[in-house]
C-alpha cells in the first residue's frame, strides 16, 4: 500500500535545472527522513541527498551534489523535492526516492534524469 511516485525529470542541457518530486501515499512521511539516490547505467546505486523526519528537516548531501542540489520536504503535501541545479552529464541518472521505516525500506519507480547538450 505504500507508494512513492517520483516525478520531474526528463531532457536538460548541461547547466540546467530541474525539480524532482516524490509523493508518498499509504503512509504519512512526517516523522520519517526521506531520501535521494540515483542510478546510472552499470553503476551501483548512489547516496545523493537525504533530510530528516519532522517539521525543521535537516538536510545531508553527497560531495558530488553540495551546492547543486536542494533537498526539500512539505508534510502537508506528503511531498519531497530535490531541486537539482547546474546540471552536469555526470548527473544523468535514474532518480529514486526512498523511505527507510523500521521494518522496510520503500523506494519509487525512479525519474530519468539526462543532461546531454
Known amino acids: 500500500q505504500v507508494q512513492l511516485v517520483e516525478s520531474g525529470g526528463g531532457l536538460v542541457q548541461p547547466g540546467g535545472s530541474l525539480r524532482l518530486s516524490c509523493k508518498a501515499s499509504?503512509?504519512?512521511?512526517?516523522?520519517?527522513?526521506m531520501r535521494w539516490y540515483r542510478q546510472a547505467p552499470g553503476k551501483q546505486r548512489e547516496f545523493v541527498a537525504a533530510?530528516?523526519?519532522?517539521?525543521?528537516?535537516?538536510?545531508n548531501y553527497a560531495d558530488s551534489v553540495k551546492g547543486r542540489f536542494t533537498i526539500s520536504r512539505d508534510n502537508a503535501k506528503n511531498t519531497v523535492y530535490l531541486q537539482i541545479n547546474s546540471l552536469k552529464p555526470d548527473d544523468t541518472a535514474v532518480y529514486y526516492c526512498?523511505?527507510?521505516?523500521?521494518?522496510?525500506?520503500?523506494w519509487g519507480q525512479g525519474t530519468q534524469v539526462t543532461v546531454s547538450s
Open positions: 533530510v530528516t523526519g519532522g517539521s525543521d528537516g535537516t538536510p
Open positions: 499509504g503512509i504519512t512521511i512526517n516523522n520519517y527522513a
Open positions: 526512498n523511505i527507510r521505516t523500521l521494518l522496510n525500506d520503500y
